[in-house]
């Protein structure tokens, strides 16, 4: 177990992972979806590059030729450049890579802290730092007092949360105990 000086990593950990929700969010709220998740699907190449980049490891040719790949199937299954805005699409694009980055960057923290920490320990610990950080942003939720109010949107929203979260923590226990983003 780290001493009490390591807990700036899970807070970093979680500040990543809230910027990519944000960041993803936001380019398909504001932006366009169908421009959105061809670029989001770019984390993989990120993921390489950042991990060139900040030298924790040089990606294998087998790697990189694997990103590039994933991602120019999604790019030809998923792009579709709407005909509207050019102002709008750039936006997304912006939006959609910030996002991209910070789970990059996420999956990288991970993978770098994960040997000290202990796969047990440094995921429910960034997941609690993850909820709270979260709170902050709810004055940002459109009508958060009627949404919150309303019981149906309680169930749909702790069901949305928990769904999210699992799917979360498998994605960090995995890149934890084998040690690759």
Excluded: H
């Excluded at 670029?39 to 294998?60: N, Q, R, T």
């Excluded at 980055?101 to 960034?126: E, H, M």
């Amino acid at each position: 177990m780290p001493d009490w000086t390591s807990f700036w990593q899970p807070l970093v950990i979680a500040i990543f992972y809230i910027g990519g929700q944000c960041g993803i969010l936001a380019a398909v709220s504001l932006g366009d979806v169908s421009v959105a998740t061809p670029v989001a699907s770019s984390k993989v190449i990120i993921v390489s590059l950042f991990l060139m980049l900040l030298g924790v490891e040089a990606p294998s040719l087998t790697t990189w030729l694997s990103a590039i790949l994933a991602t120019a199937g999604v790019l030809l299954i998923n792009f579709v450049v709407p005909s509207a805005d050019y102002r709008r699409v750039f936006m997304t694009v912006i939006l959609a890579l910030a996002g991209a980055s910070c789970f990059a960057l996420f999956d990288i923290s991970v993978q770098t802290w994960s040997p000290q920490w202990g796969t047990g320990r440094i995921v429910p610990v960034s997941y609690w730092m993850v909820g709270l950080l979260s709170l902050g942003l709810l004055p940002w939720v459109d009508r958060p007092r009627a949404m919150l109010q309303k019981r149906l949107a309680w169930k749909s929203l702790s069901f949305g949360s928990l769904l999210v979260a699992i799917q979360a923590m498998f994605l960090v226990y995995a890149i934890s105990w084998y040690g690759d983003a």
